[in-house]
């Protein structure tokens, strides 16, 4: 694998995963819906062939994505550097503006 340095050192694989679609929601959903366990299942063969970058966010769900990619990486967290994405306020209907 190879790694780029970002900023003033940040350190991560030059593949990054996007995990929006390894929790599928009624609101977004690319392709076929893959069970908790098999998205599990990529995100460890990703750690597994050095990737570090992993990206999710507070609307991937809402908010379910996030606490997958957690449980994701239960007992492998060292190394990896997770980005998340937010300023979506919401409420009983959804997204309701930006926070």
Known sequence: MKYRTLGQGLE???????CMTMVATKTIV????????EAT??????IDQGV???????????????EFVG??????????????KFGFKFGPKGIEGVD
């Open 71 to 84: 449980r994701a990486i239960k007992g492998k967290r060292h190394g990896l550097v997770i980005a998340t």
């Open 30 to 37: 690319y392709g076929e819906t893959v069970s908790e366990h």
């Open 12 to 18: 991560v694989s030059a593949i990054g995963i996007g």
């Open 52 to 66: 570090t970058f992993f990206d999710t966010a507070q609307i991937y769900g809402p908010f379910t994505n996030e």
């Open 41 to 46: 299942k990529v995100v460890h063969a990703a």
